[in-house]
């Protein structure tokens, strides 16, 4: 069984680019994060002509993530318990479209677009916080109720946990960028002291991110911020993984590319 995690950067726009990309890997469940549209205007035709049953959470034109899975896809649920909520001042708060899990032939999987933090002092980094805290929190759960669950948090992090998952860490401690900052690491440093299992940093180096301005990829100037962290009885599985970073080149990539990690 095949897993793998995209941020497409807008699915409708890169619609052609997933068909084919699901043509050429032959995944069997792909978790898709940013598709950039609502419930309404999911282009699910793709995955279900291909034989994917698929699930999607999105609420407007930004975030919005799904599961597509040809290995069976029950018990969806969008949103993890206690997940916060976020709001501009003036603004209802709401439950943004960053989550959703479903059993994929017989593991957990969810889908996750953690929030980006946006500055070390702006709202919405102590939003990620709370955000990233609420999830180990359910993690915690999980693996006390049953120590051998299989289940697998898949996405962009929006993390960068090491310094050499970015391509030049004194530019971002120089410029005051998040993704490195020390609360943001130990957030996501938590959740492998929870026992979470990143099988692919050891299998695969690189980046899984590089930005669109000032010829980043060209330069191999990229992040590392989309992972898969497993549980440990489905860690014990993994037989291989890889980043797939010839799906960054060309016309019309988005500006992650897929992480896929194989089980036996």
């Known amino acids: ?18 068909e084919e990309w699901l043509e050429r890997s032959d ?21 279900e ?10 609420l407007s034109q930004w975030n919005g993530v799904a599961i597509a899975s040809r ?15 976020f709001g501009k001042p003036g603004e209802d708060e709401v439950l943004e479209a960053r989550a959703i899990g479903a059993t994929c032939g017989g593991v957990r999987v969810w889908s996750l ?18 955000w990233l805290d609420a999830l180990r929190g359910n993690v915690e759960t999980w693996l006390n109720a049953d120590s051998a669950a299989e289940f697998a948090l898949v996405g962009d992090w929006n993390v960068a946990p090491r310094d050499e998952d970015v391509w030049d860490v004194q530019y971002f401690l120089d410029n005051e960028l998040t ?3 020390a609360p943001e690491r130990d957030a996501f440093n938590g959740f492998l002291d929870t026992g979470l299992v990143d099988p692919v940093r050891e299998r695969a180096p690189g980046f899984t991110y590089w930005d669109y301005q000032a010829g980043r990829f060209a330069k191999d100037e990229g992040m590392r911020i ?32 897929p992480v896929v990690v194989e089980l036996s």
């Open 113 to 130: 677009y953690v929030p980006n933090g946006r500055g070390l002092t702006d709202p919405h980094m102590d939003y990620k916080l709370r």
């Open 27 to 47: 995944v069997d469940v792909l978790a898709i994060q940013e598709t950039k549209c609502t419930d309404v205007n999911f282009p699910s035709e793709i995955f």
């Open 226 to 257: 989309d992972f898969q962290l497993l549980s440990p009885a489905l860690a014990a599985r993994v037989s291989g993984a890889f980043i797939d970073k010839d799906e960054r080149a060309g016309s019309g990539a988005s500006d992650h590319t």
């Open 49 to 58: 002509f291909m034989g994917y049953e698929v699930a999607h959470f999105g």
């Open 71 to 85: 290995v069976g896809l029950e018990d969806v649920q969008r949103g993890f318990e206690n997940q916060p909520v």
């Open 179 to 181: 993704h490195i900052s």
């Open 1 to 18: 069984m095949k897993i793998a995690t995209w941020n497409v950067n807008s699915l409708r726009a890169r619609a052609e680019r997933v």
